[in-house]
């Protein structure tokens, strides 16, 4: 089981990215895919998740409050690929992001359900 990351960069305040998470090695529909986000000092933080309660064909998005309205996380599940559209970015949106899956039921907006994590791709706004 593999995540990898791609799409992070340097971008000014107002501008926007798209950050990929390609999925590998995967057999099981998951229950929750989501991107995290870490600071340097700061704690990690749920950006964004889809709550798939182990099916294919459902998921329910969530969102931080400081990213409601900005962010948007999507699915691809014929490409295997999870999405985080941002905009509007914000100097405090500055950070490492990372994408995660967890196979089994639990808290989505807990990290520590996670089991799989991917490298993670610094998204840098200034």
């Known amino acids: 089981v593999q995540l990898v990351e791609s799409g992070g960069g340097s971008v000014q305040a107002g501008g926007s990215l798209t950050l990929s998470c390609s999925a590998s090695?995967?057999?099981?529909?998951?229950?929750?895919v989501g991107w995290f986000r870490q600071a340097p000092g700061e704690a990690r933080e749920d950006v964004a998740h889809i709550d798939s309660d182990g099916r294919s064909d459902f998921g329910t998005s969530s969102y931080a409050d400081s990213v409601k309205g900005r962010f948007a996380v999507s699915l691809n599940s014929a490409k295997n690929t999870l999405y985080l559209h941002m905009n509007s970015l914000k100097p405090d949106d500055t950070a490492m992001y990372v994408c995660?899956?967890?196979?089994?039921?639990?808290?989505?907006?807990?990290?520590?359900?996670?089991?799989?994590w991917g490298q993670g791709t610094q998204v840098t706004v200034s």
């Open positions: 090695g995967f057999t099981d529909p998951s229950y929750c």
């Open positions: 995660a899956v967890a196979d089994s039921a639990g808290d989505c907006y807990s990290a520590s359900e996670y089991n799989y």
